[in-house]
C-alpha cells in the first residue's frame, strides 16, 4: 500500500474534563506511516461522543469514565486525581494536597450528580464512610460558577483538573485530593469494527496509563 504524503487531517474529538497533559501529548504524536499528519481536536460531552463514534465518521475520541461498550476499543490512558480549589489566603492553601477530611468543615461547591454520576457517588460515600459531612454543598454544572462563590462566601470546589486549573490564579489555588478511589479515568476511544489503519497506528502510538489516582506517588 502507497501511502500520500499530502498532509492528511485527523480529528479526535474530546471531553471538556480530559486532562490538558493528555492533550499536549495526542499533539505530539509521530507516525512513520503518516508523516504528514494533521490532528485536530474538539470538545463534546463524553455520552455524546460514545454515541458519535458509534453513528458517524469520528474515529477517535477522549473520553472519561465512560461506560462500556462491546463495540467500542477502549485504551486507558489516565486516572487523573479530583482536585480542590481554594482561595489563596486559605488555610489550607499550604498543603501539597488535600484529603476529604481536611474539607469536612468547609462548605463545598461540587458539580452535578449528573456531570459524573459514578465519581459524585464515590465522594459521597465517601463522606458517609469517614462519619463527616459537609457544612452545605453548592451543586453547579459549568465550572465558571464556582469563582465567584469560592471568592464571595469562602467555599471551597472539588472539581476535575482540568476544570481546577483553569481557575487557579492569582486569588485562587488548585491542590490535588488524595484519595485513593476518587480519580477521573481517562480513555481513548474507537470503534472497535474499524479497520482503518490511521485509527490503529494512532491507537497504538498512544501513550499507556500515565499516573496513579494517589498524587503523592
Known amino acids: ?124 460515600k465517601r463522606t458517609q464512610d469517614g462519619g463527616f459531612h459537609p457544612r452545605s454543598i453548592d451543586h453547579i454544572l459549568y465550572p465558571d460558577e464556582a469563582a465567584h462563590l469560592l471568592l464571595a462566601t469562602r467555599r471551597v470546589a472539588l472539581l476535575t483538573k482540568a476544570n481546577a486549573l483553569k481557575l487557579a490564579g492569582e486569588r485562587l489555588v488548585a491542590k490535588p485530593l488524595d484519595e485513593e478511589l476518587l480519580c477521573l479515568d481517562e480513555w481513548l476511544a474507537a470503534r472497535a469494527a474499524d479497520t482503518s489503519r490511521l485509527v490503529s497506528e494512532f491507537v497504538r502510538a498512544s501513550p499507556g496509563p500515565r499516573q496513579s489516582c494517589n498524587p503523592r506517588r
Open 1 to 124: 500500500m502507497i501511502f500520500s504524503r499530502m498532509s492528511e487531517a485527523f480529528a479526535v474529538q474530546k471531553a471538556p474534563d480530559v486532562d490538558p497533559v493528555l492533550v499536549d501529548i495526542l499533539y505530539s504524536i509521530r507516525l512513520p506511516l503518516f508523516p504528514m499528519l494533521d490532528i485536530t481536536v474538539q470538545s463534546e460531552s463524553s455520552s455524546d461522543l460514545a454515541h458519535d463514534l458509534l453513528s458517524t465518521d469520528l474515529g477517535l475520541a477522549l473520553i472519561t469514565d465512560p461506560t462500556r461498550n462491546a463495540k467500542l476499543t477502549m485504551t486507558k490512558l489516565s486516572e487523573t486525581p479530583l482536585h480542590v480549589v481554594i482561595p489563596r489566603d486559605h488555610i489550607l492553601s499550604s498543603k501539597v494536597s488535600l484529603k476529604l477530611t481536611d474539607l469536612r468543615d468547609e462548605c463545598w461547591i461540587v458539580f452535578q450528580k449528573r456531570t459524573h454520576p459514578v465519581l459524585y457517588e464515590r465522594i459521597m
